[in-house]
T-cell receptor
């Protein structure tokens, strides 16, 4: 069975400061891990994905995430927040040896203050 | 633009009615997923089809059904609608099961 927990429902930062969105996962198999972003009234856009290659994954818009197997974590970071980063972020796990159905976290709302 | 097309974008209907949501996957993608997003339940997986066959079922109500046609487009049928069915319904597609899924813009359903 697979599951994913996003540890914060809301994260508030000031523009120009670092962003950290936390995600822990549980997987019985080798997982694929993803981060998606959803802007208001829009669909979900893929930010980045991990599929057992490099543990540090770089995505679009300056975001990156690090896969830490020992901590079962896949936290999303960005060095400097922009106002346009304000959105809902979803961490997703998919068991490559299991059901293959992506399981979504509850989401983290990123608020960026000027 | 993800390449996944959903219609209609917005739909308002009355309780007890039936609606059909349509999805065209990305060119070449064989797998289609349906998700429901609501404020209280978050993003819930409903059902997956792969190359015309049902592959997996999630939290899909018996009042809901789906199918994938030979041209790979998919339809989600929602019947005997209730107020609680009001939500954003997403279709997503991937080349095969387990690969990255790409989402459409969603269909907003409001039941009044």
């Amino acid at each position: 069975a697979q599951s994913v927990t996003q540890l914060d429902s809301h994260v508030s930062v000031s523009e120009g400061t670092p962003v950290l969105l936390r995600c822990n996962y549980s997987s019985s198999y080798s997982p694929s891990l993803f981060w998606y972003v959803q802007h208001p009234n829009k669909g979900l856009q893929l930010l980045l994905k991990y599929t057992s290659a490099a543990t540090l994954v770089k995505g679009i818009n300056g975001f990156e995430a690090e896969f830490k197997k020992s901590e079962t974590s896949f936290h999303l970071t960005k060095p400097s927040a922009h106002m346009s980063d304000a959105a809902e972020y979803f961490c997703v796990v998919s068991d490559l040896g299991g059901s293959y159905i992506p399981t979504f976290g509850r989401g983290t709302s990123l608020i960026v203050h000027p | 633009d993800s390449g996944v097309t959903q219609t209609p974008k917005h739909l308002i209907t009355a309780t007890g009615q039936r609606v059909t949501l349509r999805c065209s996957p990305r060119s070449g993608d064989l797998s289609v997923y349906w998700y429901q997003q609501s404020l209280d339940q978050g993003l819930q997986f409903l059902i997956q089809y792969y190359n015309g066959e049902e592959r997996a079922k999630g939290n899909i109500l018996e009042r809901f059904s789906a199918q994938q046609f030979p041209d790979l487009h998919s339809e989600l049928n929602l019947s005997s609608l209730e107020l609680g069915d009001s939500a954003l319904y997403f279709c997503a597609s991937s080349p095969f099961s387990g690969d990255t899924i790409y989402f459409g813009e969603g269909s907003w359903l409001t039941v009044v």
